[in-house]
């Protein structure tokens, strides 16, 4: 497959008008790059699917195998302790395509054919996490409806069923610029194969499938820590969800957490990001 792609909206001279103009072009330079990323979806329509269902699969598996067992915080049935869980839990499986993405691009040659082009420097970065976002967006709506199906409902109001998304697809947003900043610094697609092996335990050792109240006590304290756990604990108050209390200071304020931890990775990774563009082939 060819990854070289119509750049018309790229094909200007940087601008050097007012700062509102040039945002402008910023923005129409993303989205190209965005359009570009999303055009993957139809040349490569298994990936995308595989990437949409394996949450699924994963929900079917835990739920259906090992519900049964598992006790849940406060009664209730697993499948609604789990499904919030999930939620935070599908937010990160998509880092691994996120790095990939970013380091094969890099290996390849395409992200510096798109530096040597008259566009802002942001742009590539931008744009590859606007399709993302687009992506895990898809996502989180496929596994409302899984849970839906499985008899899951929210019972936390209207309002509050926005917010317990808009937590996810925040914490979605931070761990973005983790795998492209772990994407452009990689060097190539087999270190980030290494890398996707961290993935699992930092998903597992989270409050997602079990209450840490169940695991050693120095466990369950990382456990508790986790950004996964406060996001799936917040995700579980606003849709009125059983899940696991706790008298720690983290598990009195798992909303507040669910802000803090996004907006701190943010802070610390998106500039990273654009930093290691600058650099890269430097």
Known sequence: ?????????????????????????????????????????????????????????????????????????????????????????????????????????????????????????????????V?????????????IGTGLLLGWRWEGGSAAAPAAVGLLLLLRFALLWVGIFVGLIAGGPEVVTSVQILVWPVGFLSSVFVDPATMPGWLGAIAQWNPLSTTATAARQLFGNPGWGGESWIAQNATLMAVIWPLLLIAIFLPLSARGFRRLGG
């Open 131 to 143: 399709a993302d976002m687009l992506n895990s967006a898809v996502g989180l709506i496929i596994m």
């Open 1 to 129: 497959m060819s990854t070289t792609t119509p750049m018309s909206a790229a094909h200007h001279t940087l601008p050097t008008g007012s700062p509102l103009s040039r945002f402008g072009w910023a923005l129409a330079d993303a989205w190209t790059i965005t359009l570009r990323d999303l055009n993957h979806w139809v040349l490569r329509p298994g990936t995308v699917i595989v990437g949409w269902v394996f949450p699924v699969m994963i929900v079917l598996m835990f739920g259906g195998l090992f519900g049964g067992a598992i006790g849940v915080p406060g009664g209730g049935g697993y499948f609604e302790f789990l499904m919030p869980g999930m939620f935070a839990m599908t937010m990160l499986f998509g880092l691994e395509t996120t790095m990939m993405a970013v380091t094969t691009d890099a290996a390849r040659g395409v992200t510096d054919r798109f530096r040597s082009m008259p566009m802002t420097a942001s742009a590539v970065v931008l744009g590859r996490c």
